[in-house]
């Protein structure tokens, strides 16, 4: 049986009764139900089979406040701590691994779902400032360069420590439209900045159609929401989860990528 199918008999009425829809394979091993809240927020579980390893499968949750969530992100049981997949032999294992899946995310995962989608930010985005950073972040990437007289070749790690700096200027947080501007830009030196380290191109969101984010860094496959994470390191006066990622993004320098002509390794910055 085709797995779509095995998906949509095991999953599909049971997430049906919690106003999911089953929207078939949205990529090539990449299967995706979908809910659109009373407010436009559209809630997502997606299925997936590893992309090195097609015997291994597991889910993702996405929501407007929270994307890429795994079982060992929100499952309080301990032996989910450090779920990464369910691994499946054949048909019959794959199916038992669908049902256990699908009685975690009706346990937990409708709730961490509704979570997901309530603004933690007193600071947002817009589908104005989106729609900029998609049309200018070039220019705007050169004009951040220019006023903060960088050097063209500042390293990623010299970049963040900039970054550190602005978002962690002490004062009152007023979000006027200059203020905007500035975020924007920077949302755009920062990610030109992982662009040039990592590779990866800026794009809007296949699950997220109102965001412009930095998609398939190369070597870990990662995707940066630039701008939403500037507003909210800028609102919290703390750059540590840019810091966070950026460290989380080195940790995978070692590990080969596919660029097209086989698996290479990605040089570290001196």
Not at 232 to 237: A, F, G, S, V
Request: charged content about 35%; aromatic content about 16%; overall charge negative.
């Amino acid at each position: 049986m085709q797995k779509a199918r095995m998906i949509k008999k095991v999953l599909g009425d049971r997430f049906a009764k919690h106003g999911f829809e089953f929207m078939g394979s949205v990529d090539r091993g990449v299967w995706e139900f979908k809910k659109t809240l009373d407010n436009g927020i559209e809630q997502t579980i997606i299925i997936l089979l590893d992309r090195f390893e097609p015997t291994e499968v597991y889910f993702i949750l996405n929501s407007k406040y929270g994307n890429n969530v795994k079982a060992r992100d929100f499952i309080p049981e301990p032996e989910y701590a450090n779920k990464q997949w369910w691994e499946f032999k054949d048909d019959g294992e794959f199916v038992k691994a669908l049902e256990e899946m699908g009685y975690l995310i009706e346990k937990y995962g409708f709730e961490k779902l509704d979570e997901l989608s309530v603004s933690p930010y007193k600071f947002e985005p817009t589908y104005e400032m989106y729609l900029r950073l998609s049309e200018q972040y070039k220019e705007m990437f050169a004009k951040f360069i220019k006023e903060h007289n960088l050097r063209y070749d500042i390293s990623l790690e010299e970049s963040v420590e900039v970054i550190k700096g602005i978002v962690e200027e002490e004062g009152e947080r007023v979000y006027d439209d200059e203020t905007k501007e500035r975020l924007v830009e920077l949302a755009a030196f920062y990610g030109e900045q992982l662009i040039k380290k990592y590779g990866g191109n800026w794009e809007w969101s296949k699950i997220r159609k109102d965001v412009y984010h930095v998609f398939n860094m190369k070597h870990t496959l990662s995707t940066e929401f630039a701008l939403p994470r500037i507003l909210q390191t800028w609102e919290k006066l703390n750059a540590d989860s840019i810091i966070e990622f950026h460290n989380y993004l080195k940790e995978y320098e070692h590990i080969p990528y596919d660029d097209g002509r086989g698996f290479v390794f990605r040089e570290k910055e001196a």
